[in-house]
């Protein structure tokens, strides 16, 4: 057998179809909308990210015309040598005014920002302190810095404090990191508990607010705006790509902060920068929720009335306190196959099964969004009590 069959990659794949675990794509043909074409069946969507309809937005559309007739497609550089363009400056403006913060810098996506920002602020002789179910992208992130790491219990304070009083002394610096909603559960970090003990042992905080952008605080403004520690959280990093609706992610923090990171930053330095169609949206977004907070108050309404109704049929959603509602069923075959059964019935919410929870805890992940209307989601509530009785799951 030639070693150009990688025969290794055959064994690894046929692996993870024994084990349950291989995913295939499934193809959206239009819009990400709230009712989508999904491999060919029309469905009603609650797996997007794009919490407030703005991901086909008539204004956003619009904005990125308008930026691609005056710039072009591409920046043509990474931004340190001749990619900065104007509009890029525009937009780190625009998240300056609205996250409250000092400064701000934005990276292609949030994944290249948590890679970029924790490897460049962190060094040997530091410490990182994570959350045990920080998103994968902080994990990466992590492993990327030269600093020693460790983790805490889940948004168990105790723990974290423990870690402090049998860490903090060996160390120069010590980074606190967490995400501000987590996003298989949905629930909301301790994140003035976390202030508190980071400022008692003089340490720096990071949160990663991915899911809370959009969603938490003032029209979406995020999770240090919600608690209200404006100038207490070292590190705020958010998403463009979720409820902005675009792609890109961005940290925001002190002006000094951001000035050594664009000395440092590795994605900032060595990738093209975003798209002037892509931030010429994503200022039309800011420019929206700075106008009013109709976006995130539908979204929450949406969000409480979803929950009851399942919780009501007798669902399990677990202990969320954000829009993401998890539907909990427990073994991975029968998660699967209600996912399948639901999409069958006209509704399509896909499976999260280990490795990405843990066993036995295999759930459904819903997303209501701003762009539901009142009677898609009792549609969809119809489909999960029809799907749930002929599974025997309610």
Same mark, same amino acid.
Request: net charge negative; aromatic share 8%.
């Given at each position: 057998?030639?070693?150009?069959?990688?025969? +290794?990659?055959?064994?690894?794949?046929?692996?993870?179809?024994?084990?349950?675990?291989?995913?295939?794509?499934?193809?959206?043909?239009?819009?990400?909308?709230?009712?989508?074409?999904?491999?060919?069946?029309?469905?009603?969507?609650?797996?997007?990210?794009? +919490?407030?309809?703005?991901?086909?937005?008539?204004?956003? @559309?619009?904005?990125?015309?308008?930026?691609?007739? %005056?710039?072009?497609?591409?920046?043509?550089?990474?931004?340190?040598?001749?990619?900065?363009?104007?509009?890029?400056?525009?937009?780190?403006?625009?998240?300056?005014?609205? @996250?409250?913060?000092?400064?701000?810098?934005?990276?292609?996506?949030?994944?290249?920002?948590?890679?970029?920002?924790?490897?460049?602020?962190?060094?040997?002789?530091?410490?990182?302190?994570?959350?045990?179910?920080?998103?994968? =992208?902080?994990?990466?992130?992590?492993?990327?810095?030269?600093?020693?790491?460790?983790?805490?219990?889940? =948004?168990?304070?105790?723990?974290?404090?423990?870690?402090?009083?049998? %860490?903090?002394?060996?160390?120069?610096?010590?980074?606190?990191?967490?995400?501000?909603?987590?996003?298989?559960?949905?629930?909301?970090?301790?994140?003035?508990? &976390?202030?508190?003990?980071?400022?008692?042992?003089?340490?720096?905080?990071?949160?990663?607010?991915?899911?809370?952008?959009?969603?938490?605080?003032?029209?979406?403004?995020?999770?240090?705006?919600?608690?209200?520690?404006?100038?207490?959280?070292?590190?705020?990093?958010?998403?463009?790509?979720?409820? &902005?609706?675009?792609?890109?992610?961005?940290?925001?923090?002190?002006?000094?902060?951001?000035?050594?990171?664009?000395?440092?930053?590795?994605?900032?330095?060595?990738?093209?920068?975003?798209?002037?169609?892509?931030?010429?949206?994503? &200022?039309?977004?800011? @420019?929206?929720?700075?106008?009013?907070?109709?976006?995130?108050?539908?979204?929450?309404?949406?969000?409480?009335?979803?929950?009851?109704?399942?919780?009501?049929?007798?669902?399990?959603?677990?202990?969320?306190?954000?829009?993401?509602?998890?539907?909990?069923?427990?073994?991975?075959?029968?998660?699967?196959?209600?996912?399948?059964?639901?999409?069958?019935?006209?509704?399509?919410?896909?499976?999260?099964?280990?490795?990405?929870?843990?066993?036995?805890?295999?759930?459904?992940?819903?997303?209501?969004?701003?762009?539901?209307?009142?009677?898609?989601?009792?549609?969809?509530?119809? &489909?999960?009590?029809?799907?749930?009785?002929?599974?025997?799951?309610?």
């Amino acid at each position: 057998m030639s070693v150009h069959e990688v025969q +290794y990659l055959h064994e690894k794949v046929q692996a993870l179809k024994n084990d349950g675990v291989y995913k295939t794509l499934v193809t959206v043909d239009g819009p990400n909308e709230v009712e989508c074409v999904i491999d060919g069946k029309k469905v009603i969507n609650l797996s997007s990210n794009n +919490y407030l309809g703005f991901a086909n937005h008539p204004r956003l @559309k619009k904005a990125a015309i308008a930026a691609i007739e %005056k710039y072009g497609v591409g920046a043509g550089a990474v931004r340190p040598i001749v990619g900065n363009l104007t509009i890029h400056n525009e937009l780190e403006a625009a998240l300056v005014a609205f @996250k409250r913060e000092e400064a701000v810098m934005v990276f292609q996506s949030g994944f290249n920002c948590n890679a970029g920002v924790i490897q460049a602020v962190t060094d040997k002789g530091d410490l990182i302190i994570s959350d045990e179910l920080n998103h994968a =992208s902080i994990i990466d992130g992590t492993r990327l810095s030269k600093a020693d790491k460790t983790i805490f219990k889940h =948004s168990d304070m105790q723990d974290l404090e423990r870690v402090l009083q049998e %860490k903090r002394n060996q160390y120069s610096q010590v980074l606190i990191i967490t995400d501000g909603v987590f996003s298989m559960d949905g629930d909301i970090a301790k994140l003035p508990e &976390i202030v508190n003990l980071a400022e008692k042992y003089n340490c720096l905080t990071y949160v990663d607010d991915a899911h809370a952008s959009g969603v938490l605080g003032e029209s979406g403004r995020g999770s240090v705006d919600h608690f209200h520690l404006h100038g207490r959280v070292d590190f705020a990093m958010g998403t463009l790509s979720k409820a &902005i609706g675009v792609v890109g992610g961005y940290v925001a923090g002190k002006q000094v902060s951001i000035d050594w990171l664009r000395n440092r930053a590795r994605p900032f330095l060595f990738s093209t920068g975003m798209t002037p169609a892509d931030a010429g949206a994503c &200022i039309e977004a800011i @420019k929206m929720l700075s106008e009013s907070t109709e976006y995130t108050d539908k979204l929450w309404a949406n969000a409480r009335f979803f929950k009851e109704k399942l919780s009501t049929l007798g669902f399990n959603t677990g202990n969320s306190e954000t829009p993401i509602t998890p539907v909990i069923i427990g073994n991975e075959a029968d998660t699967l196959l209600f996912s399948k059964k639901l999409f069958e019935n006209g509704l399509f919410t896909g499976p999260i099964v280990f490795p990405t929870v843990p066993k036995g805890t295999g759930r459904v992940r819903c997303m209501v969004s701003a762009g539901h209307t009142p009677e898609l989601l009792e549609r969809a509530v119809a &489909i999960f009590e029809k799907t749930g009785k002929e599974l025997k799951i309610i």
